[in-house]
């Protein structure tokens, strides 16, 4: 009834001509040990989302590039599809039609490597191939690392191998994700986590990050203590011990701040998220840029959800009135959505992205990497209003090499 | 992102015959104030389902008919389908083509009496049958005290009156559910929540049970302590006072018993579920009547879910167990699952049925009339395994009224 969040899931694209049985083979690794827990259908540009569990990788989605390679199609546009399709992905599969390798697959590998996503090449069909004896060939142009494997759909034929390669080339970052906070507790330590209710949630729910920081917490084995703004005192007067962390909801965190004793560490769920999904001090860094906007200067406001009425008062409004404080006059605000994202323009003088609940980490550092390679700083919406606020550099403190790079970002001329 | 779950929205149903304009009138209602959230496509037994926030009754499911009534089905068949579309319903919209009114309608109108379901009678489609002025006139053989409404999903006439309606009409259990638990705690009164991790939740999440008792203790504004099994000492430990409730999840009820002063109140989530979707009263007589059962009686276990893998084998293989162990030998067991119910059948000893989080309240409830009507005593799935473990005396003890009936049940010859 409640799934794994996609943004958990290691991101698998299936990439291949039609009619080499990508779909086939899909259902093959599949569907001998798992149950298909749901299918988003795609558009003829958004791939076909299958999201299940697959030993020994776990909670994965598969993106299943089938139909994007209509031959009616221009070779540019098929191109920027699989592109699209590569900047959500960790890991993908090449599939052929046994030893058949062309134009297609030479240019699909070219911009995995370029993106530098690990993949393997998967001869399918092997049953209507018998290959000479030994290793599976394949094509010369490839590098030796590359794993090519000899598959069958329709008999079972190397499937196994196929797992094995995505367990083996799956990064680091999306099979063990870092913990959301426990790492920052003693063992059996006190988190107080503070969770305002008037705005948000719908009734009788939570929000991802609080659910994910609540259940962290109980896998980490740390004793959770769950308030809403007003009763932190409370909790803090119930308690024999000072918690060890306080975590607050960025909407909160001025009344937080003042609440929270100055030797208690505090931080945000975003900064929380920051880390936990892309690179947090990067992220303090782009915080720091903000610090030196100045009137007519060019920001882009991003979310990765394109659906999310309670947040668009966050972007649309809340934002711009903060960022056009701290910049002492009127911005150039430009607004993006979606799990896609559009090629970051030089002239933004700062990107302020959401916290990526929906996206993976994979998909979150690409966003920071092609951001940082057009030059533009990127931060997000709760670590901005947090500097605001001026209670940013207090987030930051158990995190210090965030908080350097924030400060060397501020003194940055 | 996260909606709130259908368990907890009113459910009101579409009627009427094919044309009148049921999917337009739905449009009109729903697309003037609000977006739609989810479909979920009906199969040709299913009711089309819409997710949705409809001021001034808030978030809203409803089941939609259309294509119940093909011309080409027999009448006996269309009839069923209406059954089980009520089985669900808190309140229901009968609609009409201006003052026509058949046979169908006096069959729909009979039976949401019969089933005792508030229904309005919409006239739509009034742009095209002026009606002489004054009150719209219902067919005879409705009751003065049934809402007869003029309405034109074309040009908007009588939509604000549909909505005032189901207003109205709306069962105060479903707009005003009880609260999970906050009402069981003293003002700031804490509470420690013992959610297990080694079974159930998907990696990053919490169960919906879990969610929503951490919500209703931040609504209630109370504190909210959420540890595992293994941390309940330390979290007791940490405090300056006892909490004032200790609520755990059945599967670790037996460790949380031992661990938890015999002078603090604990129960479980079945018990808060319970009370909160049915009748606790009921539901604890229930239970009384399993240290009734006999080798050889018939018990049925009655899931509201159809797909849950997990709870597979609490139902299958842990429940049936117990319930031998305390009939003291075999028993016969039947299984059921859906959101549908079967007639209750009055050779079962027991039904024993799942927590009920994906249905509603009312749903529930009728559950309970249906089940008590054939003479099946109804209790659930965690007070079945607290009964068995020893501890439903300690988990009911809140609850004097149920802890009375549960006795009185134990006592019956």
């Known amino acids: 009834m409640m799934e794994t969040p996609k943004g958990l899931r290691l991101h698998i694209a299936l990439f291949g001509r039609r009619n080499v049985g990508k779909s086939s083979l899909l259902n093959a690794l ?19 989302e299958k999201t299940l569990e697959m030993a020994p990788l776990g909670p994965v989605v598969f993106l299943d590039t089938a139909g994007l390679d209509d031959a009616g199609e221009l070779g540019e546009l098929r191109t920027e599809r699989s592109l699209r399709v590569m900047q959500r992905a960790d890991v993908a599969l090449l599939v052929t039609e046994g030893e058949s390798w062309g134009e297609h697959e030479a240019r699909i590998a070219a911009l995995l490597r370029e993106r530098e996503i690990p993949f393997a ?64 507790l003693p063992d059996k330590g006190v988190l107080a986590l503070v969770v305002p209710i008037d705005t948000g949630a719908p009734k009788g729910r939570l929000i991802l990050p609080q659910v994910q920081a609540i259940r962290d917490s109980l896998d980490g084995r740390k004793l959770c203590m769950v308030v809403t703004e007003e009763e932190l005192p409370d909790a803090l007067g119930r308690l024999r011990h000072a918690p060890d962390l306080v975590v607050c909801d960025s909407q909160v965190v001025h009344k937080v701040d003042r609440d929270t004793p100055s030797d208690i560490p505090m931080t945000t769920f975003s900064v929380l998220m920051a880390r936990f ?15 030196r906007l100045t009137p007519g200067d060019a920001v882009l406001i991003q979310e990765a959800c394109s659906h999310h009425p309670q947040k668009d008062d966050i972007a649309r409004v809340k934002l711009p009135r903060l960022l056009q404080k701290l910049a002492g006059g009127e911005l150039r605000i430009a607004w993006s959505a979606g799990k896609e994202f559009p090629e970051y323009d030089g002239a933004y003088k700062a990107v302020v992205h959401c916290g990526g609940c929906v996206i993976t980490r994979g998909q979150m550092l690409a966003r920071l990497r092609a951001a940082a390679a057009s030059g533009c700083p990127m931060t997000n919406y709760g670590m901005a209003i947090s500097l605001a606020q001026g209670v940013l550099r207090r987030e930051l403190s158990p995190f210090p090499d965030a908080l350097r790079a924030f400060e060397a970002a501020c003194a940055h001329p």
Do not use: F
């Not at 599976?136 to 069958?152: K, M, N, Q, T, Y």
């Open 30 to 48: 599949t569907g001998q040990q798992v149950s298909i827990v749901s299918d988003t259908p795609g558009t003829t540009t958004d791939p076909v």
């Open 121 to 184: 090449v998967v001869q399918n069909k092997a049953d209507a191939y018998p290959a000479a004896p030994g290793r599976a060939h394949g094509p010369g142009v490839l590098e030796a690392s590359v794993s090519v494997i000899r598959a069958s759909a329709r008999d079972g034929l190397g499937l196994a191998e196929v797992r094995a390669a995505l367990e083996r080339l799956a990064p680091e970052r999306a099979l063990h994700q870092p913990p959301l906070l426990s790492d920052l």
């Open 277 to 291: 999904k892309g690179d947090l001090t990067a992220l303090a860094q782009g915080a720091g840029a903000l610090t």
